[in-house]
Nanobody
Framework: QVQVVESGGAMVQPGGSLTLSCLASGSIANVYAMGWYRQAPGKQRELVAS???????NYIDHVLGRFIISRDNVKNTVTLQMSRLKPEDTAVYYCNAPGTPSFVPSWGPGTQVTVSS
């Protein structure tokens, strides 16, 4: 139903920080959960973090304490603040709606995060 565009990815040294942004072409206000996924080469795409309408966030163990997800239901944006980045965080990061696959008809272009010295 909507398109999403991810941005903010870059190459960063281990221990560095990045902030990723997701802009949806339509309203996300009525979508229960929005989230960030990532996919590394040869790996399955995984849900990294999600946030519901009330602001409750969930994270996978590997990023807990390092990543913070937030959403703005007026601006239709979802942000992922990443700190203390590790090489294993290297992946293409995507924005989508967990539990509501029909909301985004196809995956966005994603944004590349590369953590390397």
């Amino acid at each position: 139903q909507v398109q999403v565009v991810e941005s903010g990815g870059a190459m960063v040294q281990p221990g560095g920080s990045l902030t990723l942004s997701c802009l949806a072409s339509g309203s996300i206000a009525n979508v229960y959960a929005m989230g960030w996924y990532r996919q590394a080469p040869g790996k399955q795409r995984e849900l990294v973090a999600s946030i519901n309408r009330d602001g409750r966030a969930n994270y996978i163990d590997h990023v807990l304490g390092r990543f913070i997800i937030s959403r703005d239901n007026v601006k239709n944006t979802v942000t992922l603040q990443m700190s203390r980045l590790k090489p294993e965080d290297t992946a293409v990061y995507y924005c989508n709606a967990p539990g509501t696959p029909s909301f985004v008809p196809s995956w966005g272009p994603g944004t590349q995060v590369t953590v390397s010295s």
